[in-house]
Nanobody, 120 residues
């Protein structure tokens, strides 16, 4: 079973930075999108950023200008650079790969989640 392994979470002060990374345990025929979602206590999971296989990036309005997503197809890795962090960015962050097989089967793969805490 494919595993997505996340790293880079932790604690930061407001205005600080963290970088998250996520790597798949195996290769895929095609990765349609790589992305990050987050879930704060008592809230629903929300998409933060994603990047398509053509390189098109999209961001939630709350992180535009502060977060930058990047993907390395050769390494099956997606990263999220988070700058100017705010307390409201505190959440568990999950990476997600949307993949397609040779038989055109679409699947979503999720990481186990990594905690990001922003406080002074």
């Amino acid at each position: 079973q494919v595993q997505l392994m996340e790293s880079g979470g932790g604690a930061a002060q407001p205005g600080g930075s963290l970088r998250l990374s996520c790597t798949a345990s195996e290769s895929f025929f095609r990765i349609l999108t790589m992305g990050w979602s987050r879930q704060a206590p008592g809230k629903q999971r929300e998409m933060v950023a994603q990047v398509s296989d053509s390189g098109r990036e999209s961001y939630d309005e709350s992180v535009k200008g502060r977060f930058t997503i990047s993907r390395d197809n050769a390494k099956n890795t997606v990263s999220l650079q988070m700058d100017n962090l705010k307390p409201e960015d505190t959440a568990v962050y999950y990476c997600k790969f949307k993949t397609m097989s040779r038989e055109n089967e679409i699947q979503n793969h999720w990481g186990q989640g990594t905690q990001v805490t922003v406080s002074s």
